[in-house]
């Protein structure tokens, strides 16, 4: 079965830096569309960011510029790059496999203080 498993969350000061991965098992994981999305206390589920089988990204509007996301096939494994973090980016952040029957990690806490 699909087995997604987030690492990277932690405590910055606002203005650093934290590099998400997310190792996937399970899949062809080459063939899947994944992607990044967070959920900050009181609100919904979000979108952060997708990338495809090839490589292209989307990105939400509020961290254009400041995240990037990218993928290693030999490693299986997704990252999330994020700089110049704001008190806002505060939430639990979710990889997700977007291809097929959508399968989810089980999240890593990113804490940014003001």
């Known amino acids: 079965q699909v087995q997604l498993v987030e690492s990277g969350g932690g405590l910055v000061q606002a203005g650093g830096s934290l590099r998400l991965s997310c190792a996937a098992s399970g899949i062809i994981f080459s063939r899947n569309v994944m992607g990044w999305y967070r959920q900050a206390p009181g609100k919904q589920r979000e979108l952060v960011a997708t990338i495809n089988t090839v490589g292209n990204t989307n990105y939400a509007d509020s961290v254009k510029g400041r995240f990037t996301v990218s993928r290693d096939n030999a490693k299986n494994t997704v990252y999330l790059q994020m700089n110049s973090l704001k008190s806002e980016d505060t939430a639990v952040y979710y990889c997700?496999?977007?291809?097929?029957?959508?399968?989810w990690g089980q999240g890593t806490q990113v804490t940014v203080s003001s």
């Open positions: 997700s496999r977007r291809t097929g029957l959508v399968a």
